[in-house]
């Protein structure tokens, strides 16, 4: 079966440092993935998916950015943190691109940045 | 440009009692709709899912939907709740082949014992 894999869970950061949050999927091949911010009230916002290696696609301009450097690992960075980048960030995986495009979620990172 | 509205940020209903959350949603095309309940402490997860055929889905733990596509929206209902019910429900949709999936802003659900 399928699992997927986020960390760290809880991360506390200084603004202006770097960020670098790992996702990683196992059982499944060339999957779909994702980066979810989620906040209170406002549902998920969708930041990057990826549909292959090096293959990233931004949603919303920011101070993040995305890189999947393996198949099956996608990971969230950023140069230097700005206190509006805490939230709850997701990684989510889905089959492929077309009918079985349910997603797949991980348990998140609760990032704050103090 | 898409959208989805969940009409209800927080419902509080007493144990049996009957429910149902709204979600509207905004998008010019074919979709696939999906509702995706987070329990405390667990992961996000589906709970059912519209991709054709019979408007009316039924998924997990008693849980339905029904689509209206002339009026936008993917209702979801349970006859009688369940205290294990408590959790934050997700209305989504994402185009027919498409990668991305636009959440309505959530609705969190608390079921009196």
């Known amino acids: 079966s399928q699992t997927i894999h986020q960390w760290p869970a809880t991360l506390v950061q200084p603004v202006g440092s770097p960020l670098s949050l790992e996702c990683t999927v196992e059982?499944?091949?060339?999957?779909?993935l994702y980066w979810y911010r989620q906040a209170a009230g406002r549902g998920l916002q969708l930041l990057f998916y990826?549909?292959?290696?090096?293959?990233i696609s931004s949603e919303v301009p920011q101070n993040l950015s995305a890189s999947r450097p393996q198949d099956r690992q996608f990971i969230l960075s950023s140069k230097k943190l700005l206190l509006s980048d805490s939230g709850f960030y997701l990684c989510?995986?889905?089959?492929?691109?077309?009918?079985?495009?349910?997603?797949?979620f991980g348990p998140g990172t609760r990032l704050t940045v103090l | 440009a898409q959208s989805v509205s969940q009409h209800n940020h927080h419902v509080i209903l007493s144990e049996a009692a009957s429910l149902e959350l709204g979600c509207n949603y905004s998008?010019?095309?074919?979709?696939?709709l999906f509702w995706y309940v987070q329990y405390p402490g667990q992961h996000l997860q589906l709970l059912l899912k519209?991709?054709?055929?019979?408007?009316l889905v039924k998924g997990i733990k008693g849980f339905e939907a029904e689509f209206i596509k002339s009026k936008f929206s993917f209702n979801l209902r349970k006859p009688s709740v369940q205290w294990s019910d408590t959790a934050e429900y997700f209305c989504?949709?994402?185009?027919?082949?498409?990668?991305?999936?636009?959440f309505g802003a959530g609705t969190r659900l608390f079921v009196k014992a």
């Open positions: 989510a995986w889905s089959p492929d691109l077309g009918r079985y495009n349910e997603q797949f």
């Open positions: 059982g499944t091949s060339n999957p779909n």
């Open positions: 990826s549909v292959g290696i090096g293959q």
């Open positions: 998008y010019g095309g074919t979709v696939n």
């Open positions: 519209y991709f054709s055929g019979d408007p």
């Open positions: 989504a949709v994402m185009g027919a082949g498409g990668f991305k999936t636009i």
